[in-house]
């Protein structure tokens, strides 16, 4: 029961977003960004060591502003994704476009599946919801599940709504894999965040720092020989996002252990060289070493 009352409180609040103008929202957003990181100070030296950690030719100057910039970022996530859930897919598909297409669907039209890789940069939630419509096949979409089973249901069925899209949780990424063999399918992960299992964990270099690795987008791409796309996201400007597919590598079977996972984290570290302010930097990406056994 109380699991519901807390799911009924968060419906309630999440509903209020729908009357607030984009305008408004990112007045609040600057609140919350201020909020986070002047006076709560909310994950602040992780922010820092990150970023002194990627960029130690920058000046203090130079790396508070990028900070700054990030508290920004997370911020205007956090509203958009709310904002988003009250948003029909026409007006959210008008505030995020996509190139080449045709670079995913040329292997589902093949016959052969596809492994989509992406990273914790720029709005991905709204990505998650308006990608499949373009896609020649089935997409699954691989997420974690929240803790409360009705808000958990909830947002499953508003990630999901345009019909296009299927979603698994983590726990049954591989069991999806024999689920769809044979049917030319897209498996979506973000593959940038931390593993949790250091002992299966893959790695690559990331910023010049030897990294422990998620081991999916690699592992269902070798076992089975799926091409690795990549999708990148750019913030156009509050708002709107552009996302472009590329390749990571077409023939997995072929490649050296850890090869993809190393191909997919170079193309992901010069996205965000382009944007650093855009990444999740208040993530706690290196707390831990791979092993080395």
Same mark, same amino acid.
């Given at each position: 029961?109380?699991?519901?009352?807390?799911?009924?409180? %968060?419906?309630?609040?999440?509903?209020?977003?729908?009357?607030?103008?984009?305008?408004?929202?990112?007045?609040?957003?600057?609140?919350?960004?201020?909020?986070?990181?002047?006076?709560?100070?909310?994950?602040?030296?992780?922010?820092?060591?990150?970023?002194?950690?990627?960029?130690?030719?920058?000046?203090?100057?130079?790396?508070?502003?990028?900070?700054?910039?990030?508290?920004? +970022?997370?911020? #205007?996530?956090?509203?958009?994704?709310?904002?988003?859930?009250?948003?029909?897919?026409?007006?959210?598909?008008?505030?995020?476009?996509? #190139?080449?297409?045709?670079?995913? +669907?040329?292997?589902?039209?093949?016959?052969?599946?596809?492994?989509?890789?992406?990273?914790?940069?720029?709005?991905?939630?709204? =990505?998650?919801?308006?990608?499949? $419509?373009?896609?020649? $096949?089935? %997409?699954?979409?691989?997420?974690?599940?929240?803790?409360?089973?009705? &808000? #958990?249901?909830?947002?499953?069925?508003?990630?999901?709504?345009?019909?296009?899209?299927?979603?698994?949780?983590?726990? #049954?990424?591989?069991?999806?894999? @024999?689920?769809?063999?044979? !049917?030319?399918?897209?498996?979506?992960?973000?593959?940038?965040?931390?593993?949790?299992?250091?002992?299966?964990?893959?790695?690559? %270099?990331?910023?010049?720092?030897?990294?422990?690795?998620?081991? $999916?987008?690699?592992?269902?791409?070798?076992? +089975?020989?799926?091409?690795?796309?990549?999708?990148?996201? !750019?913030?156009?400007?509050? =708002?709107?996002?552009?996302?472009?597919?590329?390749?990571?590598?077409? @023939?997995?079977?072929? &490649? !050296?252990? =850890? @090869?993809?996972?190393?191909?997919?984290?170079?193309?992901? @570290?010069?996205?965000?060289?382009? !944007?650093?302010?855009?990444?999740?930097?208040?993530?706690?990406?290196?707390?831990?070493?791979? &092993?080395?056994?």
């Amino acid at each position: 029961m109380l699991k519901y009352i807390q799911y009924l409180f %968060t419906r309630g609040f999440i509903e209020l977003f729908r009357f607030v103008p984009f305008r408004a929202l990112y007045i609040l957003s600057d609140g919350i960004a201020f909020l986070l990181h002047s006076v709560i100070g909310y994950r602040r030296k992780v922010v820092m060591d990150n970023l002194k950690r990627c960029f130690p030719d920058l000046t203090p100057q130079e790396l508070a502003r990028i900070a700054r910039a990030s508290y920004r +970022n997370l911020s #205007d996530i956090i509203v958009e994704s709310l904002k988003g859930t009250t948003l029909s897919l026409d007006e959210i598909k008008r505030r995020y476009t996509y #190139d080449n297409y045709e670079l995913v +669907n040329q292997h589902l039209d093949a016959g052969r599946s596809v492994v989509l890789a992406g990273g914790h940069y720029n709005n991905w939630e709204w =990505g998650v919801i308006t990608i499949a $419509g373009g896609i020649h $096949g089935k %997409t699954i979409g691989v997420y974690k599940p929240l803790s409360n089973i009705y &808000t #958990d249901r909830w947002f499953f069925n508003n990630r999901s709504r345009d019909g296009h899209m299927i979603l698994k949780s983590m726990k #049954d990424t591989f069991a999806s894999v @024999e689920e769809f063999r044979g !049917q030319p399918t897209v498996f979506i992960l973000i593959s940038d965040q931390i593993p949790s299992n250091r002992k299966t964990s893959i790695t690559a %270099t990331f910023f010049g720092q030897i990294t422990a690795c998620l081991p $999916g987008t690699e592992q269902i791409a070798v076992n +089975n020989n799926y091409p690795v796309l990549m999708y990148s996201i !750019q913030r156009i400007k509050r =708002g709107h996002y552009h996302l472009t597919f590329s390749e990571v590598c077409i @023939e997995p079977a072929l &490649t !050296q252990p =850890g @090869e993809v996972t190393q191909l997919f984290m170079t193309k992901m @570290e010069q996205d965000i060289r382009q !944007q650093p302010e855009n990444w999740l930097w208040s993530h706690k990406r290196w707390k831990w070493q791979p &092993t080395t056994s």
